[in-house]
């Protein structure tokens, strides 16, 4: 494997390549062209400029996240084709400078879900958590104002101001898709852009709905080990993969997360790795990598991972707040760096302990 850090961009990080370059292990980096929105065709000057900015600091780009998915296309109104067209496009510069890990997400109108972005611990950390009667008191608007409200001044992935500025136009043109209709246009959507992949070896790596449950009312699909692999075999094809996220498979107690790590062999194109402190099944937050602050077993998920020869990139997934760091929540430097070194070790021991040197 191939241990990252996410990274959104020297315009819009706090942490800096610098600082993840100390990181021990991280010799490569997620990241995205933050600033492009979903449906437009990414520039080849400014993935090159991207490039160029990660290599002149000591590291790679790994991969993607995320190449964002358009609404017609996860609605399928007749215009998708022109947004399948740039996200074909996009793939095809990606390709060109070799870059072979896109992840995505077919959420409806929101990405992940979560009700404070600071709950506080008794450690004095700060993290991001969720409890559903929260969410079925208030109304998608209240949340997005409220998330906004929250971020230390950062654009979250997945909440920027434009989108949230149609809220309530998007939920109007959802309201005939269901289940079996984003099935669907999922599957449309991947038929189409599968040439390109083979031809530039993408691998597409579709990241978890969070919670993997219906939020407002929305439909969510990718969310346990029936509906993923219902996904991996209607379009059979190695390059149409998923991110296996433990943070968001794990919302659902009845997941099985190293289970639908071992069904899922050959499929893993990415790997977020993190863990939840549940206090009741609606109520999580987000712990500290390490098992015991949380309700995972870490060492299983590493060693399932292990055992499929998983060989992609991994990074820790959001991490606390902590030693005063101000930074996007979920995504400040210490505790991911922390996380990444902790992984990193069960890494290490679990090679050894294979025979591996
Ligand atoms: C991420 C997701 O921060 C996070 O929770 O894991 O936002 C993820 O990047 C997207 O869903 C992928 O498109
Ligand atoms: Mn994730």
Redesign the pocket.
């Known amino acids: 494997m191939e241990m990252t850090l996410r990274w959104y961009g020297s315009k819009f990080d706090s942490v800096t390549l610098e600082q993840i370059r100390q990181v021990p292990g991280v010799k490569s980096i997620i990241t995205t062209l933050y600033d492009t929105k979903p449906g437009e065709a990414w520039k080849l000057e400014d993935i090159r400029a991207l490039k160029a900015e990660v290599e002149a600091a000591g590291l790679k780009i790994a991969g993607i ?2 190449v ?1 998915i358009h609404d017609a296309i996860k609605i399928g109104t007749p215009d998708r084709e022109e947004y399948i067209e740039n996200y074909i496009t996009t793939l095809e510069r990606l390709g060109q400078e070799d870059i072979h890990m896109v ?3 077919f ?1 409806p109108v929101f ?2 879900t979560r009700t404070e972005l600071a709950r506080k611990r008794p450690d004095g950390s700060t993290v991001l958590a969720y409890n559903q009667a929260a969410v079925d008191a208030i109304n998608p608007e209240e949340m997005f104002n409220s998330i906004n409200g929250d971020s230390n001044g950062f654009v979250m ?2 909440w920027e101001p434009e989108r949230m500025a149609r809220v309530k136009e998007l939920f109007e043109m959802y309201k005939d898709v269901d289940d079996e209709k984003l099935f669907e246009n999922l599957k449309y959507f991947l038929e189409r852009i599968m040439p390109t992949c083979d031809k530039y070896d993408i691998n597409m790596a579709i ?1 978890p709905d ?1 919670p993997a449950w219906s939020v407002f009312g929305l439909p969510r699909i990718i969310i346990n080990k029936e509906n993923i692999l219902r996904m991996m075999k209607m379009v059979d094809n190695p390059h149409n993969g998923v ?1 296996f ?1 433990s943070g ?1 498979y794990g919302t659902n107690l009845e997941n099985n997360l190293p289970d639908m790590i071992r069904s899922l062999k050959g499929r893993i194109h990415f790997a ?1 790795v993190r863990n939840l402190k549940f206090n009741s099944p609606t109520d999580f937050e987000e712990s500290a990598h390490l098992s015991s602050d949380g309700s995972f077993d870490m060492y299983e998920l590493m060693k399932a991972l292990y055992d499929i020869g998983f060989d992609g990139p991994i990074r820790p ?2 991490g606390r707040m902590i030693w005063g760091e101000v930074a996007m929540p ?1 995504y400040g430097l210490y505790d991911r760096a922390l996380g990444a070194a902790y992984l990193n070790g069960l890494w290490e021991a679990i090679c050894k302990s294979e025979g591996q040197k």
Do not use: L
Request: aromatic residues 10%.
């Open positions: 996240e995320s964002n992840c995505y997400n959420m990405d992940w992935p997945g990241h969070d991110t996220c968001s977020h997934d959001h979920g």
